[in-house]
């Protein structure tokens, strides 16, 4: 069974950075899909970064590009989203998702929440002016 869990979120002061992780347990398939989303009560779940295991980049949005990244450890099976620069319209609760997957399969809808299968319960960040 697949298990995702998010940690890092917190409150913090307009242009200041967040790490966020998540831990990914279960997959046995050498190869499957990762992203970062984030939702607030205003908006739809919308996709933030996304990315393969192996370290290909498959996804970033054009509201954090230049300001976050998404990067992968293998040996910890851990995903990260590191975020600088933060603005308040970056607040909402960031989640991780995961789903089975080759690079083609990864490249296509890697920004859409109906693509992923398996999700974290999520992590707040609040980002204040």
């Known amino acids: 069974q697949v298990h995702l869990a998010e940690s890092g979120g917190d409150s913090v002061q307009a242009g200041g950075s967040l790490r966020l992780s998540c831990g990914v347990s279960g997959y046995t398939a050498s190869s499957y899909c990762m992203g970062w989303f984030r939702q607030t009560p205003e908006k739809n779940r919308e996709g933030v970064a996304a990315m393969t295991n192996g370290g290909i980049n498959t996804f970033l949005s054009t509201t954090v590009k230049g300001r976050f990244s998404i990067s992968h450890d293998g040996a910890k099976n851990t995903l990260y989203l590191q975020m600088n620069s933060l603005k308040p319209e970056d607040s909402g609760m960031y989640f991780c998702?995961?789903?089975?997957?080759?690079?083609?399969?990864?490249?296509?809808?890697?920004?859409?929440?109906?693509?992923?299968?398996?999700w974290g319960q999520g992590t707040q960040v609040i980002v204040s002016s």
């Open positions: 998702a995961a789903r089975l997957g080759d690079l083609y399969t990864c490249n296509h809808g890697s920004n859409q929440p109906e693509s992923y299968d398996s």
